[in-house]
């Protein structure tokens, strides 16, 4: 362990260890929560926070039932450009469709308030959307968005132009973070993607800023079958 380092800091620095080692293969589960709280007497909130921010740096994959995992680091990439998904899916030569399932207004939960640095209560755009490629869908998009930074977003006609490409647009991003976990879909996102509910997904929570206000909340649920992370990360 290293000295000076925060309790969760040291408990992550030594799964980094094992990883980087090659001791600890991709796939391979990682020491459970109650085995870390034995091994480095942690709480167990100081053993979830390690473990969940290194799923969030991309290093380990947490499924639900199935435990904590080493991950595939093949598969996704740690640096990621935030596109449109229309072009990604043009650039393929295919064509990308929209399913359009939610476009509304509604009031922000003490959550959502903190999230988008809004107060509770206040109004707040939300859409969820089924984007598809050749009729297959690849990514149920549940996005929040603050009418601050984007005050037209409601107005968009979504079928042809995305939530991503509206917001590039109108909030310039100037500052964004995410996370990656693997995850099974809800009864809903299931249906929608058409897959079973014991089909792994890639679950991307997406934050995006622009200038002095938060612009979007986004959940990205991508089929693990039928999509992998790869690119660039840049503003």
Known sequence: MTDGLPAYEQVKEWIRQHIASGEWKPGMVVPSESALMERFGVSRMTANRSLRELANEGLVTRVQGSG?????LHRISSKLVIRDIHEEVAERGHVHTTRVLKVAQEQASAELAASLGVRKGARVFHTVLVHLENSVPIQYEDRY????AAPDYLDSDFTQV?????????????EASYSIEACLPTAEEAKQLEIAK???????????????NVASIARLVYPGSRYSFAGQFQA
Do not use: F, K, W
């Open 198 to 212: 014991t089909d792994p997904c890639l679950v991307m929570m997406r934050r995006t800023v622009s200038g002095a």
């Open 145 to 148: 968005v603050n009418p601050a």
């Open 162 to 174: 995305s939530p991503t490409l509206h917001l590039l647009q109108h909030a310039p991003l100037t």
């Open 68 to 72: 904590t995992r080493v991950a595939e």
